[in-house]
């Protein structure tokens, strides 16, 4: 998705990114997740994930968080 995004909140730019779980393997806590851009350097699930959803009532997401407020959204890539 190479669109660019503007945020429904302030106007602002928004960066496509993925959201990833910061402290998962911690004991005794409730997961958080984070926004990470694109080019921003982290785990890559790609090549752990099929490359097409497993039913047809899944779609494939992309996260985009504004560089502004922090307002972050989805969009379906399919």
Sequence with gaps: MADVKTCPKCNGTMTQGRILKWNEFASGTTPTYV????GEHGP??????????????RKLLA????????????????
């Design 35 to 38: 926004f990470a851009p694109d």
């Design 63 to 78: 996260a985009f968080c504004c560089n502004n407020c922090g307002f972050t959204e989805f969009y379906s890539l399919a």
């Design 44 to 57: 890559d699930m790609s090549a752990a994930t099929p490359s097409r959803p497993l039913s047809k009532g």
